[in-house]
Structures are given as C-alpha cells and as structure tokens.
C-alpha cells in the first residue's frame, strides 16, 4: 500500500516531478494556465489513512489526484468551493452485490447517493462467470462506479459438480475447480470468496476451501469468505476461516461480520479477542461489517443440515436466531404477495402456526429453485444486537461496507455509509469522523490491495465524496428501504463528478480494477488439491 507515501510532500515539489515524469520541459514548474485541472479548495479534507480532518485544497488532472496542500488557483483553472464541507475518499464497498444490476442501472444511485465510488462484487461464493465477459460488458457500457470483482467458490463449483453437489468434491473435481479459478484470477478476479453457508458451498470439505486458497494466494489473489455459519455454529466457523488462511496464507476478510444467535449477543469483546489473537499468531483476518440489526439471506440458511421438515430445527431457528415477527420476506417468487410480511403476520393469513409457516414457505420455494437454478425467496431477518455492532464496527480491523444490491428490499442499499456517518459518528460519538472514512476508505483499499485508491494523496485516483458532517445522514427503514441518504454534496469517479447537488449527473466514468497478479508466479503453478 503507498498509505502513509505521497501525502506530505510538498505539493511544488512533486508536481516538478510530474512533469520531468511526463517529459516535458523542466522550465514547466512555472505556474501556467491549466483548463485540464480542477482545484477544490475551502475543504475540510479527511484523507481516509485515518489523520486527523485538515483545511487544505485538492487539485486533480485527468483521473487523479496531482496536489494536495496550501494551493492557489491557476488561472483558467475549473474551481470549486467546497463551502468547508467534508471532502473525504470515494467509498469502497468491499461487499457488494451490484454485480447483479450494475450493466441495467449503470447510474448506481443508492450507491453514488451515499458517497460509494468503488463496489467489489462477486461475494458470497457467487460471481459473474466468466469474469472476463462480465468485465467487457462493464467497459462497453460503464456503470458510475469502478468496479472490481473475486471469483466465487459456488459458482466454480457449480460449473464443476453441476447438480451432484450434495456431497464432497474429488480430488479431480478440485483440481476442475482449482483451473477454473485460475483462468478467473488471470482475467482480472482480485481472489476468491465462499459463501458456505449457501448451496453448494456448505457440502464442501475445509480441505476444499484450502486448496482453492492456496491456487489464489500463489496468484497474489485474496480471500472473503461469508463464513459456514453465523449462528449455530458460529465459534467453529470463525475458527475455518482463521484455517484456511494459515495453512493457505493468504490474507482473509470475514464477510459482513455479526452475532447473530441468542446465546451470542453480548460476546463481540471474546470475538475480537479471538480475531486478534489469531493476528497476533501471524493470520492476516480482517473484517466488514454494515450497521444494522438485521441481516438478509436465505430462509434455507436457517437450516444448516438441510433439513426443513424438522419442526425442532425450525422452532429452535424460530426462538433462537430471529422471531416471527422478526422474519421480513423481502423476497418469494411462489407467492409474490409475501414480500413485505413477516412470518407471523404469513401464519395469520394462512391460519397456520409460525413453525408450520416458516417450514411450508421453504417447501414451496425449493422446487422453484431446483427448477431455475437460483434461490427463490430471501428474507430480512431481526438478529443483531446494537451494543455488538458498535463494538464490532470499532475494531481496528473492521471495514464499513454493505451487503447489498443496488435494487434491495434492504435499507442498507441506500443508507449504510450515511447512517454510519449521521449515527454511529454524529449522534453517538462511536467514532471519530477521521476513524469512519478511514474505514470506508483508506482500510478497504488496504484490506483489498488497492494501491492507488481510498486515500487523498498525490498519485492516488481522484475518486472523491464531499458531503455535510452536521447534516448527513440515512432515510432508508424496512418500510421505506430505497430512500436515499442526503448530506452528500458531490462525488467523482476518476476526477469525473458523478454527483452533485442531489442528482446524478449523468456521467459514467467507473473503471473495472483487474487483480494485479504477481509476475514471478505467471509462468506455471499447479493446483495444490494433488488428492
Ligand atoms: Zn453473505
């Protein structure tokens, strides 16, 4: 990372070294006219390595950030005032599910509105395959946002072992796997990801996982995993993800982190303790987290053996992970009117009990499924408590990011990183504003080895949010989930302004951020399944 590199030499100094840089004349330091530049001054900037706010101007040429310091305008120059708002990084959502409608709404508002320039998409096990045609389609039709992409665990393991997934997978099938990974990587996927909580991810072996870590540690790639379980079986899964990334050493980021069952809340001071002993022992385990209460999946999740016609298992889901009532369907291709209802007020319409619901949705859902491929019912489900977010979110190694679509039934699509700004940091002082967009910024771009993205520094691209810290602030609730965050004043994508005053623009500059795979790797590396 050039984190700390670039930001405090003197603006003079290093924009004489861009211009030797670019060859052209040494005498080029003298202040000439620059219509290509954009000065925006009178901000109060935060520069997302988590330093303290300070009143600087940022100058950007082309698609990036060339000055930061005590500048004067040039003549010719585009200015801006900032009118001594916040100008803080774009944010990069390190856990996205744009992928899904970003070619169909390019203009990613939900997005843009709340200060989002970058989305990593291709999580929880599931991407775009293959990748390289889903990156093409991204630079014929460019969205507003820059967008970079892991391979996911389900979908190679889909394209391997078809419907024949209840099971392990064979050293072949592995090895099928681990090559397709490998050409995923190659056209530009930044690492895997599992979603193995989901089908088909849940039947695979920890040594699976492994393999495939491996194959994308030694292409320089990373690893994100929405881990096996988030509720029964949460301790053990935690300790699969720290596995996984020693024995493959590769650097790990825990999807959307949460305590999420009964018997759990209250515990995120034992979890961070575990996470930062597993740091301390050499495991590079990071996390992101959005700051809700509740989450959104399958119902098919709240059974991790599969075994929906077990009224025990439903109950226990029913009383210990989220209660009827607490169960949003935000999805349910079978009987569309469900959407919106809860479990309990589903039971009071069909006259049955919660359990009896909550099992008979499930096995109408299921064929559907079988039949297209695709899960066909999500739910919201109320299981989180607050104290543990606060402190989850706190840890240092804890990114902001989202979990969402950019058409969701989900507040967080619209209101995650302004509710994160107007709550958490104005309203109760759970972080400082430099600590906030350090998390949304400089610490995602860390955490996904983006090196010249999440901070204002020369150098850096000119992907930029200035928005109000008194005002900002989410609007998006379970009853109105896609109204848009306010208090954000302008964002850029690549020194473009994609944002300003309320509305998009209408420019899509967004770039597609390729893995860059290590060079002393590309000739020759076999897969490490060898079972
Ligand atoms: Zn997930």
Redesign the pocket.
């Given at each position: 990372m050039k984190l700390e590199k670039t930001a405090r030499l003197p603006a003079g100094r290093l924009f004489c070294l861009m211009v030797v840089a670019a060859g052209l004349a040494a005498a080029g330091c003298a202040a000439k006219p620059s219509p290509s530049t954009t000065l925006i001054s009178n901000a109060i900037v935060v520069d997302g390595s988590g330093a303290p706010p300070i009143k600087v101007a940022v100058r950007i040429e082309g698609q990036r950030i060339t000055e930061v310091g005590a500048l004067k305008a040039r003549r010719g120059e585009n200015r801006i005032d900032a009118g001594g708002l916040v100008l803080a990084p774009g944010f990069i959502d390190t856990?996205s599910h744009a992928d899904e409608h970003v070619l169909e709404q390019p203009e990613a508002l939900v997005a843009v509105s709340q200060g989002v320039s970058t989305v990593i998409v291709g999580?929880?096990g599931f991407s775009k395959f293959p990748l390289a045609e889903f990156y093409a389609d991204l630079e014929t039709n460019p969205p507003v946002v820059n967008t970079a992409s892991y391979a996911g665990h389900n979908t190679l393991r889909t394209k391997v072992m078809g419907d024949d997934f209840r099971r392990h997978a064979t050293g072949d099938e592995i090895e099928a796997m681990c090559e397709l990974l490998e050409r995923e990587i190659r056209g530009g996927a930044i690492g895997l990801s599992t979603?193995l909580e989901y089908d088909p991810g849940i039947y695979s072996e920890t040594e699976e996982v492994i393999a495939l870590a491996k194959k994308t540690a030694a292409l320089g790639g990373r690893y994100t995993s929405?881990i096996r379980s988030e509720d029964r079986y949460f301790e053990d899964a935690i300790e699969e993800a720290i596995t996984i990334a020693r024995e493959a050493q590769v650097p790990v980021q825990i999807?959307?982190l949460k305590l999420a069952i009964r018997r759990q809340w209250g515990c995120a001071q034992a979890l961070i303790t575990r996470l930062d002993e597993a740091r301390s022992s050499g495991v590079d385990i990071t996390a992101d987290i959005y700051p809700y209460e509740y989450w959104q999946?399958t119902l098919t999740v709240l059974f991790p053996e599969r075994n929906f016609e077990d009224r025990a298992a439903a109950e226990f889901a029913l009383s210990e992970l989220s209660m009827p009532d607490g169960l949003l369907m935000s999805r349910f291709d079978p009987e569309p009117s469900y959407v919106g209802k809860t479990i309990a007020q589903i039971s009071a319409l069909r006259g049955t009990d919660d359990t009896t619901t909550l099992m008979a949705l499930i096995a109408e859902a299921e064929p559907l499924r079988a039949e297209t491929g695709e899960y066909a019912e999500t739910v919201i489900g109320t299981g989180m408590m607050t104290g543990d977010i606060e402190e989850l979110l706190s840890w240092p190694h804890a990114n902001v990011g989202t979990?969402s679509y950019l058409v969701d039934r989900h507040p967080r699509a619209a209101g995650t990183y302004a509710r994160v700004l107007g709550r958490y940091v104005r309203e109760k002082k759970i972080l400082s504003l430099e600590e906030a967009i350090h998390k949304m910024s400089g610490l995602p771009a860390r955490h996904l080895g983006l090196e010249d993205r999440g901070l204002i520094a020369p150098g850096m691209f000119a992907d930029l949010v200035l928005f109000d810290p008194e005002t900002i602030l989410d609007h998006a609730t379970l009853k109105d989930p896609t109204a848009l965050s306010t208090g954000v004043t302008g964002v850029w994508v690549n020194g473009v302004r994609v944002f300003d005053g309320g509305a998009s623009t209408g420019a899509r500059p967004g770039r597609v951020i390729r893995s860059a795979i290590k060079p002393s790797i590309l000739n020759g590396f076999s897969c490490p399944a060898g079972r």
């Open positions: 856990h999580v929880d979603g929405h999807s959307h999946a979990d």
